[in-house]
């Protein structure tokens, strides 16, 4: 009998330990992030199609080990904006939106993430150059289509010149192969772009810049509770004191 006991005693505590990671599982707190896989090198599939960036990453290991399950979802930014906007956006999350006028009052800003410059790049003209000279060479200047840095362009006058393309990738190869004169974009992705293209990014010339900076941020829906937000931005401000953090932006940026 005493066998016997032992011997079912010891079968609960076997399906316990077999299933003690399934209960961890569901006891996390999920949470949603929204990301846009065009926006390279911030969040994208890499050749094997894992998800991978400087945003994302920093993300993921900032809170691993906190007590979330993180549920990615690849969403157009114009499209995520508008779902943190509605009742349904409680505990959803944006990494990587562009901090302006406009949508200020439509999250909770949770943390600055990242900080470029903005401006004009040539790896034809090696100087700095207003704009009316940029505009008198008449050569095209490659955007990436959908990028906020457009509409600058256009106030500027500078619609006639501007030629889209879908990837900062094409651009760059343009710009290697003299066939466009000119890049309006960030630093960021244009350092990135340029150097998966084969090139050396210190190359290019930075001939205008713009005057106001990106500020991209991480943002939550204005329906997620205060002390949730305030516990995601904790953790980040931790994480990017670490040398970790200093190692994913060497990897994307040097």
Do not use: C, H
């Amino acid at each position: 009998m005493k066998t016997n006991l032992n011997y079912a005693l010891l079968k609960f505590i076997l399906s316990l330990i077999i299933l003690l990671p399934f209960f961890s599982i569901y006891s996390l707190e999920e949470i949603e992030v929204l990301y846009d896989e065009r926006m390279i090198p911030w969040t994208y599939r890499d050749s094997n199609r894992k998800l991978v960036g400087s945003s994302v990453e920093t993300f993921s290991e900032a809170l691993k080990g906190k007590g979330y399950r993180i549920k990615w979802t690849n969403m157009p930014y114009a499209r995520a904006k508008n779902e943190l906007q509605k009742t349904s956006g409680r505990n959803k999350y944006i990494i990587s939106i562009n901090r302006d006028s406009n949508n200020e009052s439509n999250f909770k800003w949770i943390f600055e993430i990242r900080k470029t410059y903005r401006g004009i790049f040539s790896k034809k003209f090696q100087k700095e150059m207003s704009i009316e000279e940029i505009k008198q060479t008449q050569e095209k200047i490659g955007i990436r289509i959908g990028a906020s840095i457009y509409n600058e362009l256009i106030n500027l006058g500078l619609k006639d010149q501007v030629e889209q393309s879908i990837s900062g990738n094409i651009i760059a190869k343009k710009i290697l192969n003299n066939r466009i004169g000119f890049w309006a974009a960030n630093s960021d992705t244009s350092s990135y772009d340029y150097k998966t293209a084969g090139g050396n990014f210190k190359d290019l010339f930075l001939v205008n810049k713009f005057k106001k900076d990106s500020k991209f941020y991480v943002v939550t829906s204005k329906n997620t509770e205060e002390k949730k937000a305030l516990k995601i931005k904790k953790y980040l401000n931790k994480f990017i004191k670490t040398q970790k953090y200093n190692k994913i932006i060497d990897k994307y940026y040097k």
